[in-house]
């Protein structure tokens, strides 16, 4: 079951259920999508076992960075898109019904796909949320982890690594990232960590 940021203030409404841990979730108009290693990464993406892992847009592709420049991210339309500066996630589901194509994401210099959103999974964590489907990380060409994107019945490849990319609060403001705005800027629901 998936929760739209709409729903998000009857869930603080309906605090007293004890299936969601609502507790430290806020609201943010910029982001930045983390991955936190659950040790179950295979061989070629082994590297994900360890750190802490940020979306960014790299030559085009959706990949994982450990470094410190995280891609600063934010949701807009009205029809949701999540872009960083001014180039959108485009998703373009591929494979057979059960293999994906374990092509990279996007992250092109067009609308994006709609509808790519924020939502809360089932323990009530803001992550990146397209279509009903699931998202593994891969190896590219040279040292790349890149995104790609798993459609409702397909399985993941065997050396990428499952992946739910959770959204954090970004500290800092609107500045940049207001450049390449692409349309009226939505707020998201995300997690405040502080390090
Ligand atoms: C992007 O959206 C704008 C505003 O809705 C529209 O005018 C434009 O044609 C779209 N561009 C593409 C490439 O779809
Ligand atoms: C929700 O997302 C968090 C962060 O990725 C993850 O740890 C948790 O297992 C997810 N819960 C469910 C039920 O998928």
Redesign the pocket.
Known sequence: MQFTLASLSLLGLASAAPTFTTRGISTSPTFNLMYTPDGNAPAPVDALNSGTWYLAASNGHAVLTSFSSRGLLYKFGSDPRIAQAAVSLTITPGGTATVPDGQPLAFENNNGTVPVDIQL???G?P?LWHDGGRFQACRGEGEDIFLSYVQPGQRFLAACAAV?L?SVCSEHGVGEEMKGKLGKIVDVACVRISN
Do not use: F, K, Q
């Open positions: 999974n089932d323990s964590i992550t739910e959770r």
